[in-house]
Structures are given as structure tokens and as C-alpha cells.
């Protein structure tokens, strides 16, 4: 098998190890939603989001490295690296936005500490 061969089944394996990632945490977040539901145990809605949350920023993880291994290794073009730069901008973004939503503080932030209003991500005081 030719290297070029090779990079590309290991990217397109890496590629279903996100969507699978993606596809196996909402099914387990939505199971132990509704066994919470079930033991009407409290919190449920929040949780989820949280699990639900997690699932999506592994399976996009996932696929950037997956295009980053097909690109950098197979066809290192200055289109393809403007492309790969581009989809990482956009990971970037919606694992810091989701990164919020799950845990209510920037990534940068100390654990416990909440975003300020100004916007300046210093913790409020």
C-alpha cells in the first residue's frame, strides 16, 4: 500500500471516529436523560446539554484532525493549507462557544470563575 494509500484510510478512519463520537454521545446523553427523567432525578435538562455538549467538541476534534492529516500529509497545496486554516478558525470558535455553554466560563478561565459582562474574559468580581 502506497503512503498516500495509507494517510488516507487512517484519515477517513480518524473521520469515523468523530462522527461516531458524535453520534454515540447524543444517543448516551439522551439514554441517561431519560433514566433520569425516569427517576425524576433533578437537573436533567442541564446535564444533557452538558454530555450532549462534550460529545460534539470530541467528534470535532475528531474531524479537524482527520483533515489535518489528509491535508498536510497527502496534498500540502497552499489552497488546501488556506482551507484546513479556515476550518480550524471555525473549530475554534464553536469549541470556545460550546465550551461556554457547558461550563459557563471561557477556556481560559480558572475553574469556578464566571465571564464578566464587560466581555474582557477577566473573572467578575
Known sequence: MAFEEWVGAVGRAVDAA??????????MATVF????L???QGEVYGRYRRFLG???????EL???ADIIRTVAVAPTLESVGVLAGI????TFLSWSLELEITGRWPWQKEGAQPSASGSGSPAQ
Open 18 to 27: 468523530g462522527v461516531v463520537a458524535v453520534v454515540l454521545g447524543a444517543v
Open 33 to 36: 436523560a431519560v433514566t433520569r
Open 38 to 40: 425516569a427517576r425524576r
Open 54 to 60: 462534550r460529545s460534539i467538541l470530541l467528534g470535532l
Open 63 to 65: 474531524l479537524v484532525a
Open 88 to 91: 480550524v478558525l471555525i473549530r
